[in-house]
């Protein structure tokens, strides 16, 4: 896990005057499961496809093995990948799809081409849908197939030429959600057993956290922040990785001292240190941080404004001076009264402000999208400082 | 009628029926009539003294189809794969002289090809005719001229159907076979080739099926000595050798040719598209 196999250095992609991609600096090392998550239009298939040639950089570097690839076409390159659509041949059948690549003389050490023996193509195209979990479907038209089935025939088409990286580009976005989770873990599984780098695009923060070694968070063109599924989660660097990696309250806070946080004038324990004296501050509390008290032994004191069932636990809302904060919790607190909160230190995740500080962590739309149910004069405009979950 | 819109087909079908069925039907008594309406198969028997006008007809026409697909092809590729623009200005282009009468455009090869026409005239001033000691170069009057004719007048025809086929092909597969290790020739030949086929075999039929039963172009662009079966079905039932129940009897038997290449044309494209052309 530890060389290095691809490295992204200063990738600029330019559309005339349109930047799509603005200075990206990536490392994927060799056999991990890498995830490029973020929000469509952030730049992540851009990135894919930078990696598997589809597509040159403007500007920067593509490193492969240390070897610079930015204008090798994607023939040439022990990539491939599972496209959003599966892309498979309409015209050949299951095993003529898988067999594709096999079929292609490839360049040996010497410069000759070296064309594989009809045997050798078929133990690998029978061995590659042992993997899928496909055998009895070779004659099968791919047009015949479900969804999940020519997913895996796609799946089986790009490994069976034992690529060193395989790109996926929201391999299971048209699927049903049990099919998803039922794909995310035999997507896991094929990885480790075949020991090959996966990069991995998706919008669903879930599927991200679920699967991968490293995760990318993107926005605008620009990476987010770059860590374990544990880090992003647990120490967002900023507002906009917070908000899009599960649900968030995010506060404006002081930061008084080491360890100490101030936000509606009270001052919390926290774990977070490095912060200038009194310097302002992102404050992240995630919902199910926060233990609900009786009123007089709150840190804060609010109103309960709306509950939801989820199954699990209830979501509800409470107006703490004017801020509505997402909370879960086991114990049903019925709309109107009056509650307390405790937050452990560890609880609060401390964050330097940045260009996303302000757009996210307010759930008053939230609760306003029930309010706009029962009150013909909801104002629209308030919507606005919502966010777009 | 389960749906009340089908009442509109009435017209359709009644129209089809009137002029299509009926046609047929009468082409059918005809043929297996003598003059008096007597059954017989004399006429088919009569047919073998026109054994060379079948040959021709389909030598001809399957030559035009030929060359239409060899220019009809590489031109709606370079077509589908530029800008829209352009693609606009070709196809205005391609269909320009269709907006003109086909015998008005083929009277105009034959002052172009005529023994003095245009050509031979430039030829002429270049000093082509002096270098080769001769008067002009025979065009008019060859086989030549009229697969010429065939061509320009069915070329659209071809291109039409294999330009939308490519233009319609899904981006991504082209890249699919390029990430699996293909390069732009194998692209074109294993994914390109065979899912463009569709397109292929409707230009194909509709340029062998016009051209096999073609009479005009022939008469004129021939010159009389490449007569071709539309010819001699109008001979039968306008000309001086008037025999509709032969006429008939011919365009029955030419029928029935066409349905069967076309039924086995259809045969080749619901197999392995691959399978045939590789």
């Known amino acids: 896990m530890s060389k290095e196999l691809i490295r992204l250095t200063d990738c600029v992609m330019a559309f005339d005057e349109d930047i799509v991609l603005d200075k990206i600096n990536l490392s994927i090392k060799d056999k991990e499961f890498l995830t490029l998550l973020g929000p469509s239009g952030c730049g992540k298939t851009t990135t894919l496809r930078i990696i598997g040639g589809f597509q040159t950089p403007t500007s920067g570097d593509v490193l492969f093995d240390g070897v610079r690839i930015n204008a090798v076409p994607p023939h040439k390159r022990t990539i491939n990948t ?51 979990n496909l055998r009895g479907f070779e004659r099968r038209r791919t047009t015949q197939l479900s969804g999940g089935q020519q997913q895996r025939v796609a799946i089986a088409r790009a490994l069976v030429n034992r690529p060193k990286v395989l790109l996926l580009d929201e391999p299971l976005g048209a699927l049903d959600l049990k099919l998803r989770k039922d794909m995310q873990n ?28 490293t995760v990318v968070v993107m926005d605008s063109g620009r990476i987010q922040q770059i860590g374990s599924p544990e880090d992003i989660y647990n120490e967002p660097r900023n507002a906009f990785v917070a908000d899009f990696i599960g649900e968030s309250n995010i506060i404006d806070g002081i930061m008084r001292a080491d360890g100490v946080v101030e936000i509606f004038n009270r001052r919390f324990q926290c774990l977070d240190s490095g912060f200038g004296k009194d310097e302002a501050v992102d404050v992240v509390i995630r919902p199910e941080d926060v233990d609900i008290v009786p009123e007089d032994q709150g840190q804060l004191r609010g109103t309960v404004t709306s509950v939801t069932f989820k199954g699990m636990q209830y979501d509800i809302i409470v107006d703490f001076y004017g801020f509505k904060w997402l909370i879960q919790t086991t114990d049903l607190s019925p709309v109107g009264s009056r509650i307390g909160i405790k937050i452990d230190p560890d609880g609060i995740h401390v964050m330097k402000k940045s260009e996303y500080s302000g757009l996210f962590g307010d759930y008053s739309s939230y609760s306003e999208e029930y309010e706009e149910i029962s009150d013909a004069s909801f104002d629209p405009e308030e919507e606005d400082s919502g966010d777009e979950e | 009628m389960k749906n009340k819109l089908s ?33 017989t198969l004399e006429n088919f028997a009569e047919m073998g003294a026109y054994t060379s006008v079948f040959l021709r007809s389909f030598r001809l026409a399957l030559v035009a189809t030929l060359v239409c697909l060899l220019i009809g092809y590489p031109v709606s590729y370079w077509m589908a794969r530029e800008g829209a623009g352009f693609q606009r200005v070709a ?78 092909l899904d981006g991504s597969l082209l890249e699919a076979a390029r990430d699996l290790g293909a390069d732009s020739r194998r692209v074109f030949r294993r994914v390109i080739l065979p899912l463009s086929l569709p397109g292929v075999l409707s230009g194909v039929t509709m340029v062998f099926v016009p051209s096999v039963s073609t009479f005009a172009i022939s008469r004129l662009l021939g010159g009389g000595t490449q007569m071709m079966l539309g010819d001699l079905i109008e001979l039968q039932f306008l000309g001086g050798s008037y025999d509709p129940h032969l006429g008939a009897a011919i365009s029955m038997v030419m029928m029935a040719i066409v349905v069967v290449c076309m039924v086995v044309m259809n045969r080749f494209g619901e197999g392995e598209g691959e399978a045939v052309l590789l």
Do not use: C
């Open chain 2, 7 to 39: 009442w509109f087909a009435v017209p359709y079908v009644g129209w089809m029926a009137l002029m299509v069925v009926i046609p047929i039907l009468i082409m059918v008594v005809y043929a297996f009539t003598t003059a008096e309406f007597q059954g």
């Open chain 2, 91 to 168: 196809m205005a282009l391609i269909m320009l002289p269709m907006w003109m009468n086909f015998l008005l455009r083929t009277y105009s090869w034959m002052s172009i090809l005529e023994n003095n026409g245009l050509l031979n005239q430039l030829f002429r001033a270049v000093g082509l005719l002096d270098l080769l000691g001769v008067e002009y170069i025979p065009m008019i009057g060859t086989s030549g001229a009229v697969v010429l004719g065939m061509v320009y007048n069915y070329l659209p025809f071809m291109i039409l159907p294999i330009y939308s086929v490519i233009l319609k």
């Open chain 1, 186 to 213: 035999e997507l896991k599984r094929i990885q480790k057993a075949m020991e090959i780098t996966f990069v991995y695009v998706t919008h669903d923060q879930e599927e991200a956290l679920a699967m991968s070694d």
């Open chain 1, 82 to 132: 599972v496209f959003q659509k599966y892309a498979l041949f309409p015209h050949l059948n299951v095993y003529e799809n898988i067999a594709f690549g096999l079929r292609i003389p490839k360049a040996d050490a010497k410069g000759g081409k070296v064309k594989l023996s009809e045997e050798e193509i078929d133990r690998r195209v029978t061995e590659m849908l042992e993997v899928v």
